[in-house]
């Protein structure tokens, strides 16, 4: 692969942060990537609770949440963007009146691979009177990079990445979920040296 082939898209893919990258939200994280052109992209951390649960949230937004499975259940740090506003990641939700290009809420951006993230209310709702989609992650903030950052940082060795599996973000514990990002790579954190040159 030389470096002058195209730009790789790394929509449904996580980033796994190298052991070397100490910044505090995203020392040890895994980003989900929900979007990535040539603009920049977009992804929300999937293994860094916020100190709120779902009950506590929703009562923020004077919902009361049915769903009790739901309830002690973590909302994220998404990233460092607009902490103050939630984004829900979630299993995509069809009914007959919609197509599988398109989403029942009014705000989502329905991610190639399988997943949705919406920002509307309406989700909130929908999850609060025991419907909406099954499985969800909330996060409060996002994380993004412009124009070519992404890519250089990965060229600096800050991130290792590799094809998302929706079980890490929504069936793995928290404390499980950067090892288990890494097992889709063959490899353990002790394997991953702090100062890895490029190859």
């Known amino acids: 692969m030389t470096g002058d082939s195209a730009p790789t898209n790394l929509t449904h ?9 100490e910044d505090g939200l995203f020392s040890k ?23 709120i649960n779902m009950a506590a949230l929703f009562g923020k937004v004077d919902l009361q ?18 902490e103050e506003r939630g984004f829900v990641l979630h299993e995509p939700v069809f009914s007959e009146y919609k197509s599988r290009e398109e989403s029942q809420y009014a705000s989502t951006m329905v ?7 919406t920002t509307s209310r309406d989700v909130l709702e929908a ?10 992650l909330v996060s409060l903030g996002y994380s993004s990079w412009g124009e070519g950052q992404l890519e250089s940082e990965i060229k ?7 094809d998302a599996q ?9 404390a499980q979920r ?21 190859a």
């Not at 994280?29 to 100190?51: F, M, Q, T, W």
């Not at 949440?65 to 607009?82: E, K, N, S």
């Not at 999850?127 to 969800?136: H, R, T, W, Y």
Request: overall charge negative; charged content about 10%.
């Open 178 to 198: 950067y090892d288990q990002a890494l097992a889709l790579l063959g490899v353990q954190a002790w394997m991953i040296s702090p100062h890895a040159g490029s």
């Open 166 to 174: 929706s079980s890490i973000i929504f069936d793995t514990p928290v």
């Open 29 to 51: 994280s895994v980003v989900y990537v929900c979007e990535h052109s040539p603009r920049g992209a977009l992804g929300l951390i999937i293994n860094k609770p916020a100190d």
């Open 156 to 162: 600096d060795n800050s991130w290792l990445t590799v």
């Open 13 to 21: 893919h996580f980033l796994i942060a190298m052991p070397g990258l």
């Open 65 to 82: 949440l049915q769903r009790t499975d739901m309830a002690t259940q973590a909302v994220f740090q998404g990233g460092p963007v607009h």
């Open 111 to 117: 991610i190639p691979g399988g997943l949705e993230m």
């Open 127 to 136: 999850i609060a009177a025991g419907a909406g989609p099954s499985k969800v």
